[in-house]
């Protein structure tokens, strides 16, 4: 009697070894093949395609302007319908009326939520990186110099997170069928127009993901080729955006009631609350943020004095090849691509100056410096003197390194032409300011010699101010901001001379000269041009 | 239980889903006694004045299938939050320009969800009236939205003007309608969605060249723009006889 029994517990199938794993998988794999936003996917490619690839890609090839506007675009784009399609999926289980069915299955309501939540994300994430893949591939291929910048790239990632998380809560709930939509185009308003209440640097404000550096200059060229890219703000989106995923997630975990884990309710709320103080303290911390002056945003608590210090690099000089000019004009490695066009539009000038006494030795781009000011203003030049140095070095800042949509070549050379090539003529003839007449007429003769004659002043100076849409910033571009130089971009150094006046007669007159007569004087007679001790009258 | 879209028997739930008193409970059947609909037997004494009741009811069953009453409130809320948008902020003239959109967005929304059905294929074969009801409800929620929209507007910087509203909200309408005929109702927000996304982003071009000029893009285009409002009209005529026609797609189950 007691025989059968035991046979029967010999013969009893051993239990199935419980493997959790595996179950989340074939649980995640069911809900990525039953994901709304896997069907989203190509409308979201689409729409980043029109607005924003053929944007980034006519961005000069530098890694900071395309991956602060990938940033900024794929925040935008993805946004709305990862809300809409993770609240979507939040209604679900309500949609269809299987709650109370799923209530009495083997996993938590909480687990099953937070699977359909990872695929609703995962599928974000894969339709990001595939942006994220062309924008990057491309541009490895074009730019000359520098690397990838992962930092700017990770707060896309953890927005979708977070805007999943958020939309998923709401719609589970929230469950309606007007749920989806009211909060894609709330998330999308949250985070587009959430700009609008940016003022300055030292906004709270600028923890919105979509914000990808100093708000007032947006994505610019000037950043991160001198200075190493300033990761503090987006260190602050990421704590601020990993909080809002985790409150959103504890806050299911709260909400999965009787259905739920209940052991898990205080944990939960103690994951919640410590999410949403990891938000608020990451929010804290944007606002004490600061312009530096490399033109990217420093939070004290989280900033590192190592990328204070300039980047070393070998510069490119046009000492070679076609782009040889009568004076080294050097450049960054990551300006390389404007090398020949910076050459073309100074050569006629250099080729004026080049051997003169007191004519720079090499002509040096120079870092940008960026200088907030009151409101939203940003001044962007050139600090310190053109001139500096023994030998002379003229420091030249390239258009693109200014805010403001980067000019074409054409307008970029017909810049560099006007502002340095007349800057360079000035700091040898001394012409400008306080100058004698002879000092401006040799100037006026010396730039119409290289068929680079000096336009009047515009009567409204620089360009000022900002697009729409950019913010509402004031910002001026090639200010000096300390030492003297050249004014505004786009003005001559040399005064523009009256036609008919004694001294355009005289600029004429020695422009018409042989180069090399006009040369041979120079040669004999600059210092005491510079001294003030020759008249118009002088000039051959 | 929880109740749904398609639920037969009109039962609130906590979804907010289901509740919808689409029919009278069945009375118990005796034996014997024929399923189906039976032919009402004719009332003494009955006057044909009071023939406006089955169509008052049929009306009123159909607003409350379709949440038409949420479908205003959102609506509403739309409209109050361009005006408190309008009233409260201190928008650059590119947000002034988004502004209007983002709202007219939500209401064109709204309007395609309520065009979610809760009862999918059954309905379909139960009366002729269905089509008009569909027509109805349409026009009357598009032309609701583009009131208090404009209204909202009223006294304030709203860019584009009424004529702007009407224009873009119609086109937006017009594409909620055509995917609620292909996707579904409960999915028909994605056009007036991604359009919005598009839409913006034209706007955006007009300070940040190439622009884009073609007129399938009307929210960029001037309000009195010939071209962009047939685009718009034409879409709004489209969806909206693709929704009086064959109504939402709504799966089944769903």
């Known amino acids: 009697m007691t025989a059968a029994p035991a046979q029967a517990a010999r013969t009893r199938p051993a239990p199935a070894a419980r493997r959790p794993g595996l179950a989340a998988a074939r649980l995640l794999r069911l809900e990525l093949r039953h994901n709304a936003m896997l069907w989203l996917l190509p409308v979201v490619l689409a729409l980043f395609w029109l607005t924003y690839y053929r944007k980034i890609m006519a961005l000069p090839p530098l890694w900071n302007p395309r991956a602060s506007s990938l940033h900024t675009g794929t925040v935008a784009v993805f946004t709305a319908p990862v809300a809409g399609a993770a609240a979507w999926m939040g209604t679900r289980e309500a949609r269809r009326r299987v709650s109370d069915l799923a209530g009495v299955t083997a996993v938590p309501r909480w687990a099953r939520q937070l699977a359909t939540w990872a695929a609703t994300t995962a599928w974000a994430i894969v339709g990001y990186l595939a942006c994220l893949a062309a924008v990057y591939g491309v541009t490895a291929r074009q730019a000359h110099w520098g690397g990838p910048l992962w930092w700017p790239a990770a707060v896309p990632a953890a927005t979708l997170a977070a805007v999943a998380a958020l939309g998923f809560a709401a719609g589970s709930l929230l469950p309606s069928r007007f749920t989806a939509p009211v909060i894609a185009i709330a998330a999308f308003f949250v985070v587009a127009l959430s700009t609008q209440l940016i003022v300055g640097s030292h906004s709270y404000w600028q923890v919105s993901p979509i914000v990808a550096g100093p708000w007032d200059i947006g994505p610019d060229a000037g950043v991160a080729t001198f200075y190493p890219y300033v990761p503090d703000l987006a260190m602050a989106q990421l704590m601020f955006l990993t909080g809002i995923t985790v409150a959103a997630l504890g806050l299911l975990a709260v909400a999965a009631g009787p259905g739920g884990w209940r052991r898990l309710s205080r944990p939960a709320a103690a994951v919640a609350v410590a999410g949403l103080v990891a938000a608020g303290t990451a929010a804290a911390l944007a606002g004490t943020g600061t312009m530096d002056r490399s033109g990217m945003i420093a939070i004290p608590a989280l900033h590192d004095a190592a990328s204070d210090r300039p980047l070393r690099f070998t510069p490119v000089c046009s000492t070679t090849g076609v782009s040889r000019s009568a004076i080294p004009v050097c450049l960054n490695p990551a300006y390389a691509s404007y090398l020949p066009a910076t050459v073309a539009a100074l050569q006629p000038v250099l080729s004026q100056l080049a051997g003169l006494p007191g004519a720079p030795a090499r002509v040096s781009q120079a870092a940008a410096a960026y200088h907030q000011q009151a409101g939203n203003g940003v001044a962007i030049g050139l600090a310190g003197p053109h ?36 800057a360079l003529v000035a700091s040898v003839t001394g012409a400008g300011p306080g100058a004698t007449p002879a000092q401006d ?10 068929r680079a004659q000096p336009a009047p002043p515009p009567a409204n100076a620089p360009p000022a101010g900002r697009a729409p849409g950019a913010g509402r910033s004031t910002a001026r571009r090639g200010e000096t901001i300390s030492g003297s130089g050249a004014g ?23 422009a018409a000269q042989p180069a090399t007569a006009r040369h041979a004087w120079l040669m004999r007679h600059l210092p005491a041009l510079r001294a003030g001790q020759i008249t118009v009258a002088q000039l051959p | 239980m929880t109740a749904g879209w398609i639920h037969a028997k009109p039962q609130a739930g906590p979804s907010g889903y289901g509740p919808q008193p689409a029919a009278e409970p069945r009375r118990p059947q005796p034996p014997g006694e024929l399923s189906g ?11 044909p004045g009071r023939s406006w009741r089955p169509a008052g009811r049929l009306g009123w069953l159909f607003i409350r299938g379709r949440r038409l009453t949420a479908t205003v409130a959102v609506i509403a809320g739309s409209a109050a939050g361009l005006r408190i948008a309008l009233a409260a902020g201190h928008w650059d003239t590119y947000g002034a320009l988004q502004l209007p959109l983002v709202f007219e967005a939500v209401a064109a929304a709204a309007i395609a969800v309520s065009t979610a059905s809760p009862f999918g294929e059954p309905e379909r074969v139960t009366g002729r009236w269905l089509p008009w009801l569909r027509l109805a409800a349409a026009l009357a929620l598009t032309g609701l939205a583009a009131g208090l929209l404009a209204a909202a507007g009223a006294g304030a910087p709203l860019a584009g003007g009424a004529l702007d509203v009407l224009r873009n909200l119609a086109g937006l309408t017009g594409l909620g309608l055509l995917g609620a005929a292909v996707l579904g109702g409960g999915l028909a ?25 073609t007129p399938w893009l009307w929210p960029a285009r001037p309000p009195h723009d010939l071209g962009g409002a047939l685009c718009a009209g034409l879409v709004f005529l489209a969806g909206l006889a693709v929704a009086t026609v064959y109504g939402a797609r709504d799966p089944a189950g769903e």
């Open chain 1, 441 to 450: 007429a040799v100037a006026t003769a010396i730039m119409l010699a290289a």
């Open chain 2, 189 to 213: 927000w994605t056009g007036p969605v991604a359009y919005l996304l598009a839409g913006l982003y034209a706007l955006y071009t007009q300070w940040h060249p190439p622009a884009l000029h």
């Open chain 1, 387 to 422: 001139l500096a140095g023994t030998p002379p070095v003229y420091r030249l800042l390239l258009p693109v390194q200014l805010v403001g949509p980067a000019p074409a070549a054409q307008e970029s050379a017909a810049l560099l032409r006007i502002s340095d090539g007349s």
């Open chain 2, 37 to 47: 609909p039976q032919p009402a037997a004719p009332r003494s004494g009955s006057r």
């Open chain 1, 488 to 510: 505004p971009i786009g003005v001559s150094a040399v005064p523009a001379l009256a036609p008919g006046s004694p001294g355009y007669a005289a600029a004429q007159r020695f």
